[in-house]
């Protein structure tokens, strides 16, 4: 089947590929394999830059959800958010990182299936409160963190933000992609209900859940044997012997005041 | 209407604008006039981005790639009180201090749920298209008065702040936006035929379990290369999906579909095309590396691929 069928164009794919792999800058990447692209379709010089401009401006909208919290989260942290997120999630006596993830996760996942996807997200979620509460609990078990430890505690965090966010949104039936799906088949000449694709998200949003978790628990064990190291601060812990098996015998945990 | 995202990118245009001119005559910065020139422009396009000839905006748009492409956007060394003084006011604030933070979710929520009863005369107070993303730029202006209030601080402190990060999140915050425009041009140079054409002209699809296989690894690779479960779904669906699972082997739809776009979004959580949801929150979170958060994502993402195509097999 040689139909006429412009091949050229996965040149831009080929330059987002190559220079991801030898680490130039993304933006850079970005633009060039724009140009590329363009280039490679026949575009004359001015239809170039025309698309990369209305393209740029059309999407606006997407650095707005990361931009308009960041002059209100600056100034609370200025006074102490971040330091009474660690206090406050230290006075929990259950709570350890994975554990305190796994409820984000769940109520993350919830509230984007029910189409409340704004609860969350990485400026005004995760940054101010569920990363700083997740270092915290971990804090208090463990004593002071290494900085290797720190960073992955706040990977995952940024990680169940996701994980809850795709996975539960998708089982909304008002969301975007369910109107796209269902849009597009309905162009082939397919007819299915929003309801119907829904309900076949839902057993993919169970397993992200319990695969999420899983790991989740797994990432406790794994701080109980590479923090616990360090010892816990002196003072709270009324089992120091015990810090390579927090995990597994979690309740004793003393006054956290 | 009364409250548009029209508003919301003017306001975003002032602040980015205010943020540049800050940068431009700080003299302690290391690279005051590329950086600030940077959000300077970066604030022209918010401002006056539909007005201005799209090939100018086309300009300005590769000479910031560029300015970031040789490091020109780089930070000053932020200022903050220190860890004492931050503690203190945490304890002096208390578990107030979560309120502000909780008012953005909240407005965007309220305001989201009542959006189509707040018509007054025939005029819509929020944006009935957008009302979501209207929503959560009033709870972002609720937010910052409450702020303000609670720590008696000033809004030219928080514009100081939100230089600060800013200045910590660097280009990463524009990439999203860029991503989306190269998605825009991709499908205007007709990058998915393209690959539609070569899987399906390469690809043996005569086993259901292979032809599933394929359906799905190749909604997550396309969606690793596009950084959008919804750019790949079309080229999949259409090149795979419909002609090969529902055509030939008869299966049901709505799991197609549903798992399909599922298993795009597992190629989300794997690629630093996704920069709003992988690269930002690694530059949020201050993480030495920028691939940090894929990285705690793999395990999830390819566990989850492989449970998709056992599920797509076993229901479709």
């Given amino acids: 089947m040689h139909t006429a069928v412009n091949l050229y164009p996965l040149i831009g794919v080929a330059v987002i590929a190559a220079g991801f792999l030898l680490r130039f800058n993304p933006m850079l990447i970005v633009a060039v394999a724009a140009i590329a692209t363009g280039f490679a379709a026949h575009f004359p010089l001015d239809h170039v830059l025309s698309a990369i401009g209305s393209g740029f401006v059309k999407t606006r909208v997407i650095p707005l959800i990361i931009l308009l919290p960041l002059a209100v989260v600056g100034l609370l942290e200025r006074h102490g958010l971040r330091e009474r997120a660690q206090m406050w999630i230290s006075g929990i006596r259950a709570a350890t990182p994975g554990r305190l993830l796994m409820v984000y996760l769940f109520v993350r996942e919830i509230t984007a299936a029910l189409g409340l996807t704004g609860l969350g997200g990485h400026a005004q979620m995760v940054r101010p409160l569920v990363a700083p509460m997740t270092e915290g609990a971990a804090e208090t078990r463990f004593g002071t963190l290494t900085d290797a430890v720190r960073y992955r505690l706040r990977a995952f965090a940024a990680a169940c933000d996701n994980v809850g966010l795709f996975f539960g949104e998708d089982i909304f039936v008002a969301f975007g992609a369910i109107v796209l799906m269902v849009t597009f088949l309905k162009e082939a000449g397919i007819v299915v209900e929003p309801m119907h694709v829904a309900v076949w998200g839902m057993p993919t949003a169970l397993a992200a859940f319990l695969i999420q978790s899983f790991r989740l628990y797994r990432l406790d064990r794994w701080l109980a044997r590479h923090a616990g190291g360090t010892k816990p601060a002196p003072g709270p812990e009324p089992h120091p012997h015990d810090a390579g098996r927090q995990d597994a015998a979690a309740q004793p945990q003393g006054e956290n005041a | ?316």
């Fill in chain 2, 1 to 316: 209407m009364i409250v548009s995202l029209n508003a919301f990118f003017w306001l975003l245009g002032i602040l980015l604008f205010v943020i540049g001119g800050i940068i431009v005559s700080d003299r302690a910065h290391p690279k005051r006039f590329l950086a600030g020139g940077f959000w300077i422009v970066y604030g022209v396009i918010f401002l006056a981005g539909d007005r201005l000839p799209t090939d100018v905006v086309g300009v300005l748009v590769i000479a910031m790639a560029v300015v970031a492409g040789i490091g020109g956007v780089v930070g000053a060394k932020p200022n903050m009180p220190s860890e004492d003084a931050r503690r203190t006011s945490a304890k002096r604030l208390g578990n107030t201090l979560f309120l502000p933070a909780l008012t953005i979710p909240l407005v965007t929520v309220v305001g989201t749920l009542l959006a189509p009863r707040l018509v007054f005369g025939g005029v819509a107070l929020i944006d009935p298209k957008n009302a979501t993303l209207a929503s959560f730029g009033i709870g972002c202006v609720v937010a910052l008065i409450f702020a303000c209030l609670l720590t008696r601080d000033s809004v030219g402190q928080s514009v100081k702040e939100a230089r600060r990060l800013v200045d910590a999140l660097s280009w990463a915050v524009v990439l999203p936006q860029l991503l989306g425009m190269l998605g825009l041009v991709f499908a205007d140079a007709g990058v998915g035929k393209a690959v539609a054409h070569l899987i399906t002209a390469y690809i043996n699809l005569d086993y259901r379990l292979l032809a599933v296989a394929v359906y799905c690894a190749g909604m997550a690779i396309f969606t690793i290369i596009m950084g959008n479960g919804f750019a790949a779904f079309p080229v999949m669906t259409g090149g795979v999906a419909v002609p090969v699972l529902i055509g030939v082997f008869h299966g049901n739809p709505a799991p197609i579909a549903a798992i399909g776009m599922f298993s795009g979004y597992c190629g989300t959580l794997l690629t630093p095309m996704a920069a709003n949801y992988n690269i930002v929150p690694a530059a949020l979170l201050e993480l030495p590396n920028k691939y940090g958060v894929i990285r705690a994502q793999v395990p999830t993402a390819i566990a989850l691929l492989i449970v998709n195509i056992v599920l797509l097999n076993a229901f479709m």
